[in-house]
């Protein structure tokens, strides 16, 4: 799973791809355009500025529906305006890895990633990505490492629990470590809570106790559980042919 929304936060993200980085309003006003005398017939600086901007936002704009559309090349195409324009923002070099990530060059998602880090290090999203792609490519033990160091600097971050969750439920790894995780008697305000119950049914063979957390959350959260439902398929775990033996 890829993620895009822009900060670390409690639980502010609605899914996978359709993407808290466009919340908002997106599109700037202009500044009103500074023309010089008639006779020059001068675009000015601040309106060259403002359409560059929208130049820029669209090119966002219609990548990011191309990715959620499963248009990965025609994605990275439209992506070229704004990478050209916004080299250096995190959140354009995150969204370019987001699709390499999904056309499965690995390398390549990594240096945006990477890219998107060294333009601001503590960007939530890239941060994420960089532990997602070690499990993509089935490294398990650093995999876990990664995002269990990311959940001491990052304790209340629910998102980050969880994937160390699935992570170790797919490993069967440190149980004490993974009982201790999401293991409050009663949710918390996000579907990390309901999801990781649900995980646990599944690890234990117990697809129907693991669908009716599922279908609470769904009740309670809505659109809010797609980016755990996501991060759920890709585990394995709810896949009866990947059921670890108990």
């Known amino acids: 799973m890829i993620v895009l929304f822009p900060k670390t936060f409690r639980f502010e993200m609605r899914s996978l791809l359709v993407i808290c980085l466009l919340a908002g309003p997106f599109l700037p006003i202009p500044a ?11 675009v000015g600086q ?11 936002d669209a090119s ?32 354009v070099l995150n969204l370019k890895g987001a699709i390499l ?20 290090p503590d960007y939530f999203p890239a941060r994420y990505n960089v532990g997602a792609l070690l499990a993509l490519r089935q490294q398990w033990d650093p995999a876990i490492t990664y995002f269990r160091n990311m959940l001491i600097e990052q304790p209340n ?6 994937k160390l969750l699935l992570l170790l439920l797919h490993q069967d ?3 004490q ?22 995980a646990r049914a599944y690890q234990k063979g117990n697809p129907s106790e693991a669908a009716k957390y599922i279908e609470v959350a769904r009740s309670v959260f809505g659109d809010q559980t797609v980016i755990f439902q996501e991060e759920l ?5 709810s896949n009866s042919k990947n059921h670890l033996k108990k």
Request: net charge negative.
């Open 101 to 120: 990530t999904k056309m499965k060059d690995y390398s390549g998602a990594e240096a945006s990633y990477e890219a998107a880090l060294k333009a601001s």
């Open 157 to 162: 971050n629910e998102l980050v629990e969880y």
């Open 46 to 56: 601040s309106s060259q500025s403002s359409q560059g901007a929208l130049n820029a």
């Open 177 to 198: 470590l993974h009982e201790r995780l999401l293991a409050s008697d009663s949710p918390s305000g996000t579907p990390a809570w309901y999801y990781a119950k649900a």
């Open 32 to 42: 009103a355009a500074e023309t010089k005398s008639a006779q020059g017939g001068l």
């Open 173 to 175: 790894a440190s149980k």
């Open 60 to 91: 966002i704009q219609a990548s990011s529906a191309a990715l959620e559309n499963k248009k990965y090349p025609q994605a990275l195409l439209a992506l070229e305006s704004a990478l050209q324009q916004r080299g250096n923002d995190p959140s």
């Open 233 to 237: 398929d890709e585990s394995g775990l």
